[in-house]
């Protein structure tokens, strides 16, 4: 048979297939072979013999792609949350969460949460700074459920990584698009003897038909992977300008007739953007500098 994994701990793998899931370890030969399976993996398993033994993992199949932090594969796209308010978004954390994603090659949207404690004007602003630079944007209240539509559109039909601070509302959105998330699963609790309190593990929730939202403490953490010459690359209002500056590899810091800083001028391109990729062009210069 042929399944999802849904939810990996101490060994074992809760597998989805057609509605329903099954307990599995993973083969001996996958072992051997190094092949350790990971949430969002496509798998077949052989069904347990008895009721009392574990299904079998015996193949993985080729991964679109792998997030390491969390640990999870074949994922459609990133869903970024911030808070409008309590706490305040910072802007510069928010573009380094995209940058990683970007690094990754994964599509990625943005949620501003806690709509209901922020003017319409003042989430209208921040929208159209990504917007502009080509990330799909969102806002939500948990009060009001005002936007919850839109965004089960965008999620459904695809497996979704929620990343973002603590503090800003995704385990309260998880609860609400997907009920049964806080509930443990019993057969592994009792198979490998934990209580009910198990939270470091990532899992898949369904959301519907092949929709899944993932949700885990790994990815509050940001470490933007890149260079000074590859940085400009993870912006996308920056590469589709390529070409157009006056030097072939333009950094777009001091160099004359440069179309990015013509773009921020004109305000094509948000200056708060510009500025959190000069940010990190210092930071990349001192940490090649003393690292």
């Known amino acids: 048979m042929t399944g999802t994994i849904i939810k990996g701990i101490a060994g074992f793998y809760l597998v989805e297939h057609e509605g329903m899931r099954f307990l599995c370890k993973a083969r001996g030969i996958l072992r051997k072979d190094s092949q350790k399976p990971l949430v969002g993996d496509r798998v077949e398993f052989e069904a347990a013999a008895t009721e009392e033994s574990e299904a079998s993992i015996t193949e993985i199949a080729a991964r679109r792609n792998v997030l390491l932090r969390p640990a999870v594969s074949n994922v459609d796209q990133v869903l970024i949350v911030l808070a409008l308010k309590k706490p305040d978004p910072q802007l510069f954390l928010l573009d380094e969460y995209l940058l990683m994603v970007e690094k990754q090659g994964i599509p990625a949207g943005i949620l501003w949460n806690k709509a209901d404690l922020a003017e319409t004007e003042e989430w209208r602003q921040y929208a159209a700074i990504y917007e502009s630079a ?77 929709s899944y939202l993932l949700d885990t403490p790994g990815f509050t953490s940001v470490f933007v992977d890149a260079d000074q010459d590859s ?7 920056f590469w589709k300008r390529e070409g157009q500056c006056r030097y072939s590899g333009c950094r777009h810091l001091s160099e004359p ?34 690292g």
């Open 134 to 210: 080509g990330y799909p944007v969102f806002s939500f209240s948990s009060r009001s459920l005002e936007g919850l539509d839109g965004l089960k559109a965008f999620l459904k039909g695809k497996i979704t990584v929620l990343a973002g601070p603590s503090g800003v509302g995704k385990s309260t959105l998880t609860n609400l698009l997907c009920p049964d998330a806080r509930m443990e699963t019993g057969e592994i609790s009792r198979k490998i003897s934990r209580g009910k309190q198990t939270t470091r593990h990532t899992e898949l929730f369904p959301m519907g038909e092949d």
């Open 231 to 237: 940085l400009r690359e993870l912006f996308p209002e």
């Open 257 to 290: 007739d440069c179309s990015v800083k013509a773009a921020v001028a004109s305000g094509e391109i948000s200056g708060s953007r510009y500025e959190s990729y000069r940010r990190l062009m210092k930071e990349l210069s001192e940490r090649r500098r003393y």
